[in-house]
């Protein structure tokens, strides 16, 4: 072995143990971090050793920049322990600052409208009324076919939020200028008939930077955005009012703001889970009170927009109890430490922050938890999983979110296992080739892949001369489940889509080929498909299934049956289309659409 790979070898060794190491602490330690001494300084000497010591790496590998700065800066790369990475479209043509997966296995796609010309034009005569420009800023790519096709939207979509209605429909929310108080809808078909149409004051409020996420009756809260520390419903049939949100204004740090697209779930209980800035609140968003308010995470640093940080609910599990004492946990990785925002501005890069807090929000005396990453994270996404991982993805190591307001992509994702022992729950993954910075976004795929796109640190496309250029490529990652495909279960019926209710128990029959069935490792999941953007994932949301009685069906064909029963409840699951995994030992088969009504 040559003398460079030993000295790889030897301080990859001493990664792995680093990041191996106990580094969970409770509040109550003032968020210090165990374990962790040096990781820094290993990971920066192992990405100087593996790069060439005579030249820079080029934009087409996205790890550097040529002669001309057509490149991509200096990226983070650690060494990776799974996956694989592959380049599904070099270019749509537009940049995916939103991404929303549909039950057609379609993926609709938007940027915003005053970039500038895109690289997609529109078919003649769909020209957006009132303006000279022809090109799409939308676009709808077929996962099946891998081909895409352009979307015409009216107004700007700059920075808005968005949300699956529970008959499949998607309702987009918000922007700016003329498209802040635009609710825009995409009713998705089987051929390519459908396209946008918009409500021209469909919002009583400006809403740019804000949130959405689905309730229990069906309707779609948007909270919060820029300069509204309020919120409403859509549609607005039961209710047209907006109700004041003291809270969105007392996380408002004035000039930096800090509290933009909250993190929002929806409790057990039926009340929001509101996050922004470094803290949160229960709300029970029907009286307009906030009914529990929790503690600030360790250390203080802020984790929203600008200094973004993402965050997941993780799976919910046991759901065949009450609702109410179903345990809710949520996830917040990430971020940018106080004042990294202003810094950006004036081209100082701070170093992101490298901490996950995790609280239990159903806990009647809930804590922060905190733990280390592996990779400090800016502008990262957090993807569920079929087998109830979370991936985090795209990001940088410095700065904040902005234009050119970030350094250092990270290009290696890292895997999140919740449960497993503290202190073994990160593991890094093989790097993509491509920097995803600002916004850039992430879904999760029916065949259990993680759809990547976007990133465009400016304010017009730009692709040459400039250290991270637009990106319009779309490419996917493939956990490590996917590597032995005969080891997935196949589910062979019910077929997709089925139309489920809530309690219903239904029987599911699948096959495993490549592997002698363990009827302990098997389990159900359905995930919602979210709607990805600014490192956020609207309405995601995993739940475990209640099964009973796994059994064989024949001898000849492994092929088993399982009786699975939806949730109890709206509040658990909300109405909707959820995609449907088996999973066994870890490994979840292809998904099928349900719709539970």
């Known amino acids: 072995m040559k003398p460079i790979s030993l000295i790889v070898s030897f301080l990859f060794s001493v990664l792995l143990i680093s990041t191996s190491l106990p580094s969970l602490t409770h509040a109550a330690n003032g968020g210090r971090k165990l374990g962790q001494s040096g990781l820094d300084t290993v990971l920066s000497t192992i990405t100087s050793l593996l790069k060439p010591a005579d030249q820079s790496t080029n934009a087409a590998s996205g790890r550097g920049s040529d002669s001309n700065g057509n490149g991509n800066g200096d990226a983070t790369l650690a060494p990776g322990l799974g996956g694989s ?16 997966l549909l039950n057609n296995d379609r993926v609709v796609v ?15 005569g769909n020209c957006p009324k009132n303006s000279k420009d022809c090109t799409a800023h939308s676009a709808e790519y077929d996962v099946l076919a891998d081909t895409f096709r352009p979307l015409t939207v009216q107004t700007n979509v700059w920075c808005s939020s968005g949300a699956v209605m529970d008959d499949g429909t998607l309702i987009q929310c918000g922007g700016s200028f003329e498209g802040e108080r635009r609710v825009r809808v995409f009713k998705p078909c089987s051929d390519s008939s459908c396209d946008w149409s918009e409500i021209k004051l469909g919002l009583a409020k400006s809403r740019w930077y804000a949130t959405n996420h689905i309730l229990p009756d069906g309707r779609t809260i948007i909270l919060g955005g820029r300069r509204q520390f309020n919120y409403e419903f859509h549609p607005k049939v039961v209710d047209n009012k907006v109700y004041d949100l003291q809270f969105l204004a007392d996380t408002n740090e004035q000039g930096i703001e800090n509290n933009l697209y909250p993190f929002v779930f929806l409790n057990v209980d039926g009340n929001l889970f509101v996050f922004a800035n470094n803290r949160a609140i229960l709300l029970d968003y029907k009286k307009n009170q906030v009914v529990r308010t929790y503690p600030q995470i360790p250390g203080g640093d802020p984790r929203s927009y600008p200094s973004t940080g993402s965050a997941v609910l993780l799976p919910l599990k046991n759901i065949n109890n009450q609702a109410e004492t179903v345990k809710a946990e949520v996830l917040v990785c990430g971020g940018a430490p106080k004042g990294s925002f202003t810094k950006a501005v004036k081209r100082e890069f701070v ?7 995790r609280i239990v929000i159903t806990d009647p005396k809930p804590e922060w938890v905190v733990e280390d990453m592996p990779l400090a994270r800016v502008m990262g996404d957090m993807t569920l999983l079929p087998n109830g991982d979370v991936l ?33 729950r990160f593991e890094v993954q093989n790097p993509s080739e491509t920097p995803r910075l600002y916004h850039s976004s992430a879904v999760l795929l029916r065949d259990g892949r993680v759809l990547v796109g976007g990133s465009n640190p400016h304010s017009g496309y730009e692709f040459s001369g400039v250290r991270f250029r637009t990106e319009l490529s779309l490419e996917a990652f493939s956990p490590s489940y996917l590597d032995e495909p005969d080891l997935r279960p196949v589910i062979i019926s019910p077929a997709s889509p089925t139309e489920l209710t809530h309690s219903q128990k239904f029987k599911v029959q699948f096959q495993v080929k490549g592997i002698i069935l363990e009827r302990k490792s098997v389990q159900t999941t359905i995930v919602s498909p979210s709607f990805s953007t600014h490192s956020f994932s609207m309405n995601q949301r995993l739940l475990v299934l209640p099964t009973s009685g796994v059994k064989r069906l024949g001898k000849i064909k ?12 709206s509040n658990l699951a909300p109405s909707g289309y959820y995609l449907f995994f088996v999973v066994h030992k870890n490994i979840p088969s292809k998904g099928i659409w349900v719709h539970i009504k």
């Not at 993805?393 to 503290?422: C, I, Q």
């Not at 492994?558 to 409840?569: D, G, H, L, Q």
């Open 392 to 424: 985090l993805v795209n990001g940088a190591r410095a700065g904040a979110a902005g234009w050119e307001s970030a350094d250092k992509p990270v290009l290696n994702p890292v895997l999140y296992r919740p449960d497993n022992t503290e202190g073994s």
């Open 110 to 124: 938007f940027d915003r409208t005053d970039f500038g010309p895109s690289n997609l034009s529109l078919p003649a």
């Open 85 to 100: 990475w592959k380049v599904l479209q070099q270019s749509i043509g537009v940049s995916a600052m939103h991404m929303q």
């Open 558 to 569: 492994a092929t088993y049956e399982i009786e699975v029963e939806t949730p109890r409840s």
């Open 351 to 357: 170093d992101a922050l490298k901490t996950c807090a």
